[in-house]
RNA sequence: GCGGGUGUGGCGGAAUGGUAGACGCCGGGGACUUAAAAUCCCCUGAGCUUUGCUCGUGUGGGUUCGAGUCCCACCACCCGCACCA
């Protein structure tokens, strides 16, 4: 190879890029005999561009993707386009344009961003959730399960924007407004389609517990979003003491409440309602409805809940303590919830903070009912509620019981007496996946007066949008739409309606990954494939997917399972959630205003940041999310034009521990490119016929290929990235040798993954057949991996004095004898007497005086 | 409030309880060049009385021959949930 021509990627890459196309290099082949390993990342919404934190993503799984087929794995690593949404439709809005050209515009732009960055996939697989021959199995996915009684309809209150005419979800709801139209957003009644997911909360959170490979924080925060807490739920007696007789009809006779802490019910002061319970509704005064209206005014924003007073309004009825018989006033209070448990508590102050606050405010008891000893039964409280551990006082026939015992004891007793039952509550509620939206899936429903709401028939699937339809009125197209809307009923040939809702879009992010498997044109997936591939070895995507996307993905595939149509239970075998692509920002006060400006408008120097313009200097703003507010983006297809693509990949891997935020600098890609430039250089010195052994670089080499492997597997990517800095200096500064020679190969091979384009470039260069992409990966010698001296640490009482030489292996006795030897121990130890050697083989010799 | 995480040079970060700061960036010095770019070499935690010594991983304790790493308490920042009975 010549060494003067420079590493063009300008040239190098698509040439590489249309290579691997030509050879269908990362087309998954499921009938393969090879082990198969299923690389998935999660898959991008179309929104115009491709952004960094996505370049970033897909670098990661295409480094474990080419290792992993260069590992003698049969590798399935595909990519599509979450595509329905609401961005589209605003672009349709704001623009006068069609969601679909928009959003196929979209995909096409940003598949050739993709391309550009050489990425490891298998474009024959790739789907889009906005076309028919995605949505239409998706459609019939959905009826299946409401042939399983998992969905069903039901009226609930949603969020109505009177402007856009739309239910809005609760994070569009800003400071009780639309966050589009700015209209006050009222609370309205609707009836919306849900998933049953509640019948599978055990299911999943138990699952969790054999997620080995998802990081602890993800799977405590789905356990905190299932929520599962037991307890006990029973009735009290009420009855209309302190009520004027004309207002006490409409009390009912019985109260249901719900708590987790029936050990505390000794201490029981008084019991509370939600205002929206049946109970406060039924209180004919203009008081209690006063007071309703102010709990419903209340914020639900996290500054004002904790600030927010606890209040209450005493109702004038009272409820019968089941065991002392007392009579405890009944209250609405704002603190209780209706949605959760029954929407009505007993209130125990001494052992539950907000309890504590309402009884200390309206004066009522506040009874200690555990405490830290038998002998504290009488200690008083120090200003706040006690809800920790301890022993049962003042509580009759619990008295001296642990918790735990008391909780177990008065379940028995309530279930004994028929006024209850021990329960379990969860928080999660069932999905509504209702949209009144066009841009979505249809649910593939029929409204008919006489037979009421029934499934579309199957073989009239996919019930596909209508492409006639305007955005210029408020609203939902598909509602106005008539001839699109009318329809026969499947069951009595009469007149009737489609259903015009369609499906959130975390349905059809919610089994992707099947159809990625396999895409037969009659079904959503072939179960046998399916088999084959699933569950996905690695999936990787952002933080932010915790929760929903992961968690409605979960139940999709458990109730697929279910109604028997898969074996897996859980998609994702491993998940990796990797951290932000971040930069700092630049801003200056023009006129009392911050203005900020974009990188490519600044001159960075080492201690200050200059504007290109007019040459001012502005202000150096920490280091955040790439955001275009703060301007603080750059633009893959930008610096792709000036690095290249493995320029950028190596930057993507480089520095940061992958689940940690990445600062994007100048300066740092640059020195990526540097690097891509010195290997060139490196790899453009091969010389096949070199001769001679060298073995300490043999070692060095052989040592870099096990460490790198492992790195990858593990995808701590930014050590394996410091390796390979590590043995390109070595190999730089080795003479000739054939060791060397092999160095280079190997080097070639290890930064393959991340760097494939300026890899088959050398390859080829070296005259090595075939791609370096289908090349396995290097052997390891075991042999190589030990070294035969090794550097022994001379400590005095745990100080570092000395380090000297030994061979490998060396005697307990010759190590001491060497360190003693040492001249500098010696001035140290300075004569004192020596208690105690500690010898600790191949690492250290510590002298104890 | 509850739950979780993080804290190491100027910066990003390495380090199975065993030589703290690998590797990269920034910075400094030098070589090559008429010059620049590119490249290469050297230095780069702090301090000191500099063959060497002392200090140093958020703070304070503890365990240990030996602690960035283990234990206890605290501080700061970040993330998630949140009046969930």
């Known amino acids: 190879m010549s060494s003067d021509t420079r590493f063009d990627p300008s040239s190098a890459d698509a040439r590489w890029q249309n290579a691997w196309e030509e050879a269908q290099t990362f087309r998954a082949d499921s009938d393969s005999p090879k082990p198969k390993s299923y690389v998935l990342e999660m898959f991008p919404y179309p929104s115009g561009r491709i952004h960094i934190g996505h370049v970033r993503n897909y670098t990661m799984g295409d480094v474990l993707a080419?290792?992993?087929?260069?590992?003698?794995?049969?590798?399935?690593?595909?990519?599509?386009?979450?595509?329905?949404?609401?961005?589209?439709?605003?672009?349709?809005m704001e623009k006068g344009v069609h969601p679909g050209g928009w959003t196929r515009d979209n995909i096409e732009h940003m598949k050739a961003q993709l391309k550009r960055l050489g990425f490891a996939l298998d474009w024959s697989r790739e789907l889009a959730t906005c076309e028919p021959d995605y949505y239409g199995h998706e459609q019939a996915l959905f009826i299946a399960l409401y042939e399983a009684g998992l969905?069903?309809?039901?009226?609930?209150?949603?969020?109505?924007?009177?402007?856009?005419?739309?239910?809005?979800?609760?994070?569009?709801?800003?400071?009780?407004?639309?966050?589009?139209?700015?209209?006050?957003?009222?609370?309205?009644?609707?009836?919306?389609?849900?998933?049953?997911?509640?019948?599978?909360a055990e299911e999943l959170l138990e699952g969790l517990g054999s997620l080995e490979n998802w990081p602890d924080k993800v799977r405590l925060m789905q356990e905190n979003w299932i929520g599962k807490s037991k307890g006990l739920e029973f009735s009290f007696d009420l009855s209309p003491t302190g009520l004027p007789a004309n207002r006490a009809t409409k009390?009912?006779?019985?109260?249901?409440v719900y708590t987790t802490r029936p050990d505390?019910?000794?201490?029981?002061?008084?019991?509370?309602?939600?205002?929206?319970?049946?109970?406060a509704q039924a209180i004919d005064s203009d008081e209690a409805r006063e007071f309703i209206a102010l709990c419903k005014r209340g914020g639900t924003t996290a500054a004002e809940l904790e600030t927010a007073e606890k209040l209450g309004f005493d109702i004038g009825i009272t409820a019968k303590h089941p065991f002392t018989g007392a009579d405890l006033p009944v209250y609405i209070a704002n603190f209780v919830l209706m949605d959760y448990g029954t929407g009505a508590i007993m209130a125990v102050p001494g052992h539950d903070q907000r309890d504590f606050e309402?009884?200390?405010?309206?004066?009522?008891?506040?009874?200690?009912?555990?405490?830290?000893?038998?002998?504290?039964?009488?200690?008083?409280?120090?200003g706040e509620a006690e809800a920790g551990e301890g022993v049962i006082v003042n509580s009759d026939f619990l008295d001296g019981m642990s918790v735990e015992d008391a909780k177990r004891e008065i379940i028995r007793r309530i279930?004994?007496?028929?006024?209850?039952?021990?329960?379990?509550?969860?928080?999660?509620?069932?999905?509504?996946?209702?949209?009144?939206?066009?841009?979505?899936?249809?649910?593939?429903?029929?409204?008919?007066?006489?037979?009421?709401?029934?499934?579309?028939?199957?073989?009239?699937?996919?019930?596909?949008?209508?492409e006639d339809v305007d955005f210029q009125t408020p609203g939902n197209p598909l509602v106005r739409h008539e001839t699109w809307k009318q329809v026969d009923c499947p069951k009595c040939g009469g007149k009737a309606e489609r259903e015009t809702d369609t499906l959130d879009t975390f349905v059809d992010s919610s089994w992707y990954f099947l159809r990625f498997a396999s895409q037969p044109d009659d079904r959503p997936f072939d179960a046998e494939e399916v088999a084959k591939w699933l569950p996905v070895e690695q999936y990787i995507g952002g933080i932010e997917h915790a929760i929903l996307h992961l968690l409605y993905a979960r139940f999709w595939t458990r109730a697929l399972a279910h109604i028997g149509q898969i074996e897996v239970k859980?998609?994702?075998?491993?998940?990796?959630?990797?951290?932000?692509?971040?930069?700092e920002t630049y801003s200056r006060k023009e006129g009392g205003k911050t203005v900020y400006y974009a990188p490519d408008e600044i001159s960075r120097e080492a201690e200050r940041a200059l504007l290109k313009d007019d040459g001012g200097e502005v202000e150096i703003g920490r280091v955040i999310k790439m955001s275009k507010s703060k301007k603080n983006v750059v633009d893959p297809d930008t610096i792709v034009d000036s690095y290249g693509a493995d320029a950028v990949r190596w930057f993507m891997l480089s520095d940061s521990p992958p689940e940690r935020d990445l600062p994007w600098s100048e300066a740092g890609i640059e020195g990526c490119s540097r690097f891509v430039h010195r290997l060139w250089r490196l790899f453009s010195a091969y010389d096949a016929g070199a001769q001679g052994d060298d073995k300490a670089l043999d070692r060095k080499t052989h040592q870099t290929v096990a460490a790198v492997a492992d790195d990858i597997e593990a995808l701590g990517f930014n050590k394996a990235v410091a390796r390979i800095y590590e043995l390109t200096g070595a190999v730089e500064k080795a003479s000739p040798s054939a060791s060397r020679s092999a160095a280079i190969r190997t080097l070639v091979q290890l930064v393959a993954p991340m760097m494939p384009h300026l890899a088959e470039e050398a390859w080829a260069g070296m005259g090595m057949e075939g791609l370096v992409a289908d090349a396995p990966w290097p052997d390891v010698?075991?042999?190589?991996?030990?070294?035969?001296?090794?550097?022994?640490?001379?400590?005095?009482?745990?100080?570092?004095?000395?380090?000297?030489?030994?061979?490998?292996?060396?005697?307990?006795?010759?190590?001491?004898?060497?360190?003693?030897?040492?001249?500098?121990?010696?001035?140290?130890?300075?004569?004192?007497?020596?208690?105690?050697v500690i010898v600790v083989p191949d690492r250290l010799v510590n002298i104890v005086t």
Request: charged share 25%; net charge negative.
């Open 781 to 836: 010698d075991p042999a190589l991996l030990v070294e035969d001296e090794v550097t022994i640490a001379v400590q005095h009482k745990g100080k570092l004095r000395d380090t000297l030489t030994a061979p490998k292996g060396a005697a307990k006795e010759d190590l001491e004898a060497m360190a003693l030897a040492s001249e500098k121990l010696q001035r140290s130890i300075h004569g004192a007497e020596i208690r105690k």
């Open 570 to 583: 859980e998609p994702f075998a491993s998940l990796f959630t990797q951290g932000m692509v971040t930069h």
């Open 415 to 466: 279930e004994e007496q028929g006024r209850g039952t021990g329960k379990t509550v969860w928080r999660l509620r069932d999905w509504g996946v209702s949209r009144q939206r066009y841009w979505g899936t249809p649910i593939p429903f029929i409204h008919c007066d006489a037979c009421g709401v029934v499934p579309a028939p199957k073989d009239s699937l996919p019930i596909t949008l209508p």
């Open 251 to 256: 009390i009912p006779e019985t109260l249901p």
């Open 151 to 200: 969905v069903y309809r039901k009226e609930s209150e949603v969020n109505w924007d009177p402007v856009d005419m739309t239910v809005l979800a609760n994070e569009q709801v800003i400071d009780g407004k639309g966050w589009r139209s700015g209209a006050e957003v009222e609370k309205r009644k609707l009836n919306q389609w849900f998933l049953k997911i509640t019948d599978f």
């Open 264 to 279: 505390t019910i000794f201490g029981a002061s008084f019991v509370a309602v939600a205002a929206d319970h049946p109970v």
């Open 358 to 382: 309402f009884a200390t405010k309206y004066g009522l008891p506040i009874p200690r009912v555990v405490a830290p000893g038998v002998e504290e039964a009488g200690k008083p409280f120090d």
């Open 66 to 92: 080419r290792y992993k087929k260069a590992t003698g794995h049969e590798v399935l690593h595909p990519m599509g386009w979450d595509a329905f949404g609401m961005p589209a439709e605003n672009a349709a």
